[in-house]
């Protein structure tokens, strides 16, 4: 273990707790941010091109769970290893950080560095559907697989909450890559609770808009309702 900071353009981050790394990795700078909102930050080193996300913690009560592994960070580390345990692709990860102690000053909960999907080929899912760069047999392949990636989840128990488009890449052979996964996993004995929240999930996927435009084809909408499953 060792204490690591990254610095973006006129700041620098907090220092965090790496837990597990394996590369060497010598660039501290985040040259290009790509993507900063209220959850999350992501930025890319322009060396290596490597992605590095850091989660914020939207209250202090968010490190207490850090303590049993229940924190945001800890699912999408966690769901990244279970996605790949049922063959699912996804991103791989480097290295992983966690903050030291909460404070004003001190705004991630942590951070994971990882693999380049655009590096490798990939592209935003949502992204290749709205430029409509994508003919009608590799679409179909691409939704097959997201169906068979949620079935898999599904009848693991595993229940990928904040799902959309966003959370998938594509490339032009139609393999799909899962991003984001802070999936949470449940135990037989809560059956009744994983229905409700797996279709939930489903249901969300399906009527997700994108600045209230509908992605998905009426025809892929019944496909993916077919992964709805009883409450008793």
């Keep these: 273990m060792n204490l690591s900071t990254f ?32 959850p999350s930050l992501v930025g890319m080193f322009n060396e290596s091109k490597l992605i590095i996300k850091f989660i914020r913690a939207r209250s ?27 063959g699912l692709r996804v991103p791989e990860i480097h290295e992983v950080g966690y903050g030291v102690l909460p404070s004003t000053n001190h705004e991630y909960l942590g951070y994971y560095i990882m693999e380049n999907l655009t590096q490798s080929g990939f592209q935003e899912l ?49 393999e799909i890559a899962w991003i984001d996964a802070g999936v949470t996993t449940y135990h037989s004995f809560s059956e009744k609770k994983f229905s409700k929240k797996h ?15 509908e992605l998905l084809l009426p025809a892929e909408k019944e496909m993916f309702s077919t992964l709805l499953v009883p409450i008793t």
């Design 7 to 38: 610095q973006f353009p006129h700041k620098n981050t907090q220092p965090f707790l790496t837990t597990s790394s394996n590369l060497k990795l010598k660039e501290k700078l985040v040259d290009n941010i790509l993507v900063d909102h209220t």
């Design 60 to 86: 202090w009560h968010e490190y207490l769970k850090l303590l049993w592994n229940h924190s945001r960070i800890t699912k999408e580390v966690k769901g990244s290893r279970l996605l790949t345990k049922l």
């Design 126 to 174: 949502s992204k290749l559907i709205k430029e409509n760069a994508l003919n009608e047999t590799l679409r179909k392949t691409i939704m097959q697989s997201i169906h068979n990636g949620l079935k898999a989840m599904r009848d693991n128990h595993i229940v990928f909450s904040d799902f959309h488009l966003d959370n998938v890449f594509a490339n032009e052979n139609g």
């Design 199 to 213: 279709n939930h999930s489903i249901t969300r996927y399906i009527n997700y808009t994108y600045n209230g435009q």
